[in-house]
């Protein structure tokens, strides 16, 4: 928490490229990048599968996101040496830590005008909880300034 503030301080703005949130958000840029986050998070999936369960999505957008993600560490991709090629892809432990995030993104979007309950034991709740203690210090911290 002491870390997050601390550093709210030293960038106080978001606006490079540096930006740890946007950096992390690009994750999800693209039509179909929440899709194939969905799809990851049953289990390994071919290239062929990827095509065949999010519709309207060319090879190339899929290449493109699939290796956007390897790059940033969120997916692995598995090359079997045989012929014809057989080529896996699957989330890393970074990538499937990504899974409640994308939880709270539904629930956030379920009912815009309402807050959503998150459940006891989950660990998106212990972030939730995080944020609110970050805004209520920040805003403390900004009392002492004035």
């Known amino acids: 928490m ?40 049953t289990g390994k999936k071919r290239f062929s599968d990827f095509l ?37 892809y699957n989330l890393t432990e970074r990538g499937r830590s990504l899974e409640g995030v994308i939880l709270e993104l539904k629930r956030f979007s379920e009912d815009p005008g309402k807050p959503q309950p998150v459940a006891q034991d989950s660990q998106p709740q212990s972030a939730a909880v995080e944020a609110q203690k970050a805004r209520t ?3 403390e911290l900004e009392l002492e300034v004035s």
């Open 137 to 139: 210090m920040r805003e």
């Open 52 to 88: 065949k369960n999010i519709p309207g999505i060319t090879s190339k957008t899929l290449n493109e996101r699939l290796k956007y993600m390897a790059e940033n560490g969120v997916v692995t991709r598995h090359s079997h040496p045989v012929i014809p090629p057989k080529v896996e």
């Open 2 to 41: 002491k870390e997050l503030i601390e550093n709210s301080k030293k960038t106080s703005d978001c606006n490079g490229s540096t930006c740890p949130i946007k950096k992390a958000l690009s994750l999800f840029e693209g039509k179909y990048s929440i899709y194939i986050f969905k799809e990851l998070l």
